[in-house]
C-alpha cells in the first residue's frame, strides 16, 4: 500500500503493531514517497535498542563521513554536539571551549548542567544540517523514517520534531513515523499545530521473531563486554545491547551494573529525563541485588535526586528522598550532609512556592552530619562552605543580599586560605559568580560587572556568564561592551534563543536596525513563541519602514499575551500610517481600556476619530488627555489640538449646510 498525496504534508505517521512487518513497510513508503534523485533513512528510535540518542545517532553516522569529507570546518564547528550522538568521535576530535564544569574532576563537581544544554545540543545539529545540505543539495528532497517514534526518548522525538519545523519546507525534508496502532494522536500533539500529517493504519499481519535463549544471551553478552574491556565510550555506544542481552539471560546484577552506568553518564551529560529510564526502580533492584553495596546505593539516590533536580520535579524529587533516606546508614555522615543539602534545595529552589524555612532546615541538619562526622580538613572545609553557599542562596531569595555577599566572600576567603590553589576551582568561580548575581539583583550594577568579569576570569569559556554580563553592560548603557559579550557567548556555546534576543536588543539600542532583525530571527528561529523577540523584531522592523512585518510580529506576540497594551498601540500606530483607520481605532481604543490612564493612548485616539469624522468623540478623547496631563508645555499643545478639532467640526458643519442649500443642478 502506498500513502496518496492529496495535499503536502510535513510528516506521516504510519500506525501498525511492532510484530508485524511495520520496519519493512516503513522502509516501502518511503521510498515511495523520495522519488527519483531524493535521498531515504531508516531509523529505528526505540530507546530500549539505541538508548537516548537512538535514531539520531544511526542517521548522523549515515551522513557524518560526507559531512567529514566535504566539510570538515562543519565538523570542527559543530564537534560539541556531534559527540553526543556519535560518542567514538571523541577519540578523533577534541571539543574546545570545554568550561570548568566540563573538565571539573568527579569529585569536585558542584553544578551540574541545566536541562536546556542538551536541547541546545539539538538545535546545534540542525544548524550543521540546515548548513551541510542547504548549501550542498537544498532542493534534494529527504525523507526521513523513524520506526517506534513513539517509543523514543525526549531527545530523539524533539530532534525530529525540530528537524521537521526548522527545516522540513526549507530544505525539502519529510518525516515518515512508525508507531503502534492507537499512537498517532498523541504523536501529532506533539508536533506544532500549523505542520500538517496523515496518518494510515494498517492491519499488517504478524511475523515470527526469532529469540534468544538465556543461555546464548548470557554467552553473547560475555562476549560483548570482554570485547569492550571497560572502555566507557564502547559502553555508552553498546548500552543498550548490553542491557538487551543481560536481561535476556535473566542476570539481575549485570542489569544493576549497566543501568547505574547509563543512569551515571546521562545524568552527567544533563540529559536528564532519559537519564530516569535507566534510574526508575534502580534502587529497589539495588537492594533486592546488592544490598550491601553501599557506595552503589548511594551513588543510585544522589544520582536520582540530581535528576529530579535538573528536570525542577521538587515534589517528587521530595518524596523519592523520604523514602531513600533510610538507604544512607548513620554513620555515613558525609553522605547524610549531601543528601540533606539536596533535599535543603528541592524545598527552597525548585519548590513552587519556595518553603525557605524548610529548606533552612534541612542545610541545618546537612552542617550537624558535617562536625558530626570524622572528615579530611580539606574536604571539611569545602563542605561547610558548599553548604553555607546554600543558604547564601536563600538569603539573596529573602533579600537579605548583605548578609548572602558576605556568606560568599567567607567562603571563598576560606577555601582560599585552606585549600590548594588547584583545589575546587569550579565552585570558587561559582562563589564569585553567586556573588555578582546578588550585586545585579540589588542593581549594584558596577559591582556586578567587576564579580562577573572576575569569574569569567577564572572560567572564560562559561558562556551564560558573558550573556548575563552582556545584560549588565546594556543596562549601563555600555552598548559596544555588551555587544562583545553577546557575541562572545553565542561562539561559546551550542545555540540557545535567550543570548539571540539579547542580542538583537542590544544592536537594536544601537540602531543597527538589519542586525537587530536577524538576531531577533535567529532567536525565534529557535523559540518561534518567544515574545520578547518577537516585539524586539516588530520594533526593529517598524524602525525600518517595514510595516506589514511588523504587524505580523505584533500581532504573534499578541496572540501570547494580549494584555500587551504597548504592542496594542504600536500596531494601531501602523494601521494609521497605512490608512487602515478602522482597525487603528480598534487597536488604540482597546489599549486604552487597558492602560487607561496613558495621555497619549487618548491623544492618538483623538487623532483616529478626527480623521473618521467623529468630531465629539475625538473632542472627549483630547480632553480626557489634558486632565491625565501633567506637563503644562504638552498641555498647551493639546489646548491647540482640541482647538483644532472643533474649527474642524465647524467648517465641516458650515460646510454641510451650504451644501443642504445649494439648488441640484437642472
Known amino acids: 500500500m502506498v500513502i496518496a498525496m492529496k495535499q503536502e504534508p510535513a510528516f506521516f505517521i504510519l500506525e501498525a503493531s511492532e510484530e508485524s512487518a511495520r520496519t519493512s513497510l516503513l522502509e516501502q513508503h518511503a521510498k515511495s514517497l523520495a522519488g527519483p534523485g531524493a535521498r531515504t533513512f531508516l531509523n529505528d528510535c526505540a530507546f530500549e535498542t539505541g538508548g537516548p540518542w537512538a535514531g539520531v545517532n544511526t542517521f548522523f553516522a549515515a551522513i557524518f563521513p560526507e559531512i567529514e569529507s566535504e566539510r570538515p570546518d562543519l565538523v570542527e564547528k559543530h564537534i560539541v554536539e556531534l559527540v553526543y550522538v556519535l560518542p567514538h568521535q571523541r577519540r578523533r576530535y577534541t571539543v574546545k571551549h570545554r568550561n570548568l564544569t566540563d573538565l571539573a574532576p568527579r569529585e569536585e563537581r558542584s553544578r551540574f548542567f541545566a536541562a536546556d544544554r542538551a536541547y541546545r545540543v539539538l538545535q546545534g545539529l540542525i544548524d550543521l544540517i540546515q548548513k551541510w545540505k542547504g548549501e550542498k543539495d537544498a532542493d534534494v528532497p529527504w525523507v526521513i523514517a523513524c520506526d517506534s517514534y513513539d517509543r523514543a526518548s525526549i531527545m530523539s522525538r ?45 492491519n499488517a499481519p504478524a511475523i515470527s521473531r526469532q529469540s534468544i535463549e538465556p543461555t546464548e544471551a548470557e554467552r553473547q553478552a560475555s562476549s560483548l563486554e570482554a570485547s569492550i574491556a571497560g572502555d566507557r565510550i564502547e559502553m555508552q555506544c553498546n548500552l543498550a545491547q548490553l542491557l538487551r542481552l543481560w536481561g535476556l539471560s535473566g542476570r539481575k546484577d549485570k542489569l544493576l551494573e549497566y543501568r547505574h552506568f547509563g543512569l551515571e553518564t546521562y545524568n552527567t551529560l544533563g540529559l536528564y529525563e532519559d537519564a530516569l529510564y535507566y534510574g526508575t526502580g534502580l534502587l529497589d533492584l539495588a537492594l533486592e541485588v546488592a544490598p550491601s553495596e553501599e557506595r552503589l ?26 523514602t531513600a533516606v533510610k538507604n544512607i546508614p548513620a554513620t555515613r555522615h558525609l553522605w547524610r550532609a549531601q543528601f540533606f543539602y539536596l533535599v535543603a534545595m528541592f524545598y527552597a529552589r525548585y519548590s513552587k512556592p519556595r518553603n525557605l524555612t524548610r529548606g533552612e532546615e534541612y542545610l541545618e541538619l546537612a552542617l550537624q552530619e558535617l562536625e558530626a562526622g570524622e572528615l579530611p580538613e580539606d574536604l571539611r ?19 537579605r543580599h548583605e548578609e548572602a555577599i558576605d556568606l560568599c566572600k567567607t567562603g571563598l576567603a576560606r577555601l582560599n586560605e585552606h585549600l590548594a590553589a588547584d583545589k575546587h576551582m569550579l565552585h570558587r568561580s561559582i562563589l564569585i559568580y553567586n556573588i555578582a548575581q546578588v550585586y545585579s539583583s540589588m542593581g549594584e550594577t558596577a559591582e556586578a560587572i567587576q564579580y562577573y568579569s572576575e569569574a569569567i576570569a577564572m572560567d572564560p569559556n562559561y558562556s551564560e556568564y558573558y550573556n548575563e554580563r552582556g545584560n549588565l553592560y546594556m543596562r549601563e548603557g555600555r552598548l559596544d561592551e555588551a555587544l562583545a559579550d553577546y557575541l562572545r557567548a553565542v561562539e561559546l556555546s551550542s545555540p540557545y534563543y535567550e543570548v539571540f534576543t539579547n542580542l538583537g536588543q542590544c544592536q537594536r539600542k544601537m540602531g543597527a536596525m538589519q542586525d537587530a532583525v536577524a538576531a531577533y530571527t535567529r532567536s525565534l528561529e529557535l523559540e518561534p513563541l518567544h515574545t520578547l523577540a518577537l516585539l524586539g523584531r516588530a520594533q526593529a522592523n517598524e524602525a525600518l519602514g517595514n510595516q506589514t512585518e511588523a504587524i505580523r510580529d505584533y500581532t504573534a506576540a499578541l496572540d501570547q499575551d494580549p494584555a500587551q497594551w504597548d504592542a496594542i498601540a504600536s500596531r494601531g500606530v501602523l494601521y494609521y500610517e497605512m490608512g487602515l483607520l478602522e482597525e487603528s481605532l480598534r487597536d488604540i481604543e482597546a489599549a486604552s481600556l487597558l492602560n487607561p490612564n496613558n495621555a497619549d493612548l487618548h491623544e492618538n485616539r483623538a487623532i483616529v476619530l478626527n480623521d473618521l469624522g467623529r468630531y465629539d468623540e475625538a473632542i472627549e478623547q483630547v480632553e480626557k488627555a489634558i486632565d491625565l496631563c501633567s506637563s503644562d508645555p504638552e498641555r498647551e499643545s493639546l489646548r491647540n489640538r482640541l482647538n483644532s478639532i472643533k474649527t474642524e467640526r465647524q467648517n465641516k458643519a458650515a460646510a454641510a449646510g451650504a451644501t443642504a442649500g445649494m439648488l441640484r443642478p437642472a
Open 297 to 322: 546505593i548511594w551513588s543510585i539516590i544522589v544520582k536520582m535526586m540530581m535528576c529530579y533536580m535538573g528536570l525542577g520535579n521538587a515534589d517528587v524529587g521530595i518524596e523519592f528522598a523520604e
Open 158 to 202: 524533539t530532534f525530529f520534531k525540530e528537524l521537521s519545523r526548522r527545516l522540513g519546507t526549507q530544505l525539502h525534508i519529510t518525516l515518515v513515523l512508525g508507531v503502534t496502532p492507537g499512537a498517532a494522536q498523541k504523536v501529532q500533539s506533539f508536533f506544532p499545530s500549523h505542520l500538517t500529517s496523515i496518518v494510515v493504519t494498517l
Open 381 to 399: 572545609h569545602f563542605e561547610t562552605v558548599f553548604n553555607r553557599n546554600g543558604l547564601a542562596m536563600i538569603r539573596s531569595f529573602e533579600k
